[in-house]
């Protein structure tokens, strides 16, 4: 069964700071990796990564993949009260669904 | 081009009713996956989809769950005679083909079930 972890749970930072999020994976014929953000709606889309070694980047977000190790990161600079959200990581592998991790609560105080 | 559409938003049921929650998927997409959500955990798969056909149901509870996606019309999940552990955000996402390399989900605003 295939399986994400994410790391950590929950943080609290202040604007302006840096932060990195991780996930971990078990996946039968990895296929592709994807972070989405939820706030109270519907989770939108934010990677989609299929590549070891190539950052992604958009604004000031951005991910990168090892399919070595098993792991992603996203790393968010400049925090703003915006950022705000759960950051979900999930995977594709032989069932062709997405296997979410719990996620990372990620707060941003003033 | 609008998203993928659920409702209800809300919906509230007493033990022992059916729920029926609908999912319009974006125009062109004829690939459907519905998520449940519990409170503080992360979306877990039930059901995939493509038109007419249940593709993979893996994540359905056996009984009392079904769902559905005709030729024309809404994919429908269906919770018959429900109890208070089915309460959760229900999330249906779609995408233009098979899930793989190339295909992310969008994903609808949810409905909220509370089973009283």
């Known amino acids: 069964e295939d399986k994400v972890v994410q790391s950590p749970l929950s943080l609290v930072v202040h604007e302006g700071d840096t932060v990195t999020l991780n996930c971990s994976y078990e996946v039968t014929n990895f296929r592709s990796l994807l972070w989405y953000k939820q706030e109270k709606k519907a989770p939108t889309f934010l990677f989609m990564l299929t590549s070891s070694g190539i950052e992604k980047k958009s604004g000031r977000l951005s991910s990168i993949l090892d399919k070595k190790e098993l792991f992603s990161i996203l790393n968010i600079t400049a925090t703003q009260t915006g950022d705000s959200a759960v950051y979900l990581c999930a995977v594709v592998g032989t069932a062709s669904k997405l296997t979410f991790g719990t996620g990372t609560r990620l707060q941003v105080t003033l | 081009n609008a998203g993928v559409m659920q409702n209800p938003r809300h919906l509230v049921r007493r033990r022992g009713q059916e729920a029926r929650l609908r999912c319009s998927p974006m125009?062109?997409?004829?690939?459907v996956y519905w998520y449940r959500q519990l409170p503080e955990e992360g979306l877990k798969f039930m059901v995939y989809?493509?038109?007419?056909?249940?593709?993979?149901e893996s994540g359905m509870p056996k009984e009392r769950f079904s769902a559905e996606f005709p030729k024309e019309g809404p994919s429908i999940l269906r919770i018959q005679q429900v109890v208070r552990g089915d309460s959760a955000a229900y999330f249906c996402?779609?995408?233009?083909?098979?899930?793989?390399?190339?295909?992310?989900?969008?994903f609808g605003s949810g409905t909220q079930l509370s089973v009283l």
């Open positions: 996402a779609s995408s233009p083909s098979q899930q793989g390399v190339n295909e992310k989900l969008f």
């Open positions: 125009k062109g997409h004829s690939h």
């Open positions: 989809l493509q038109k007419e056909n249940i593709i993979d």
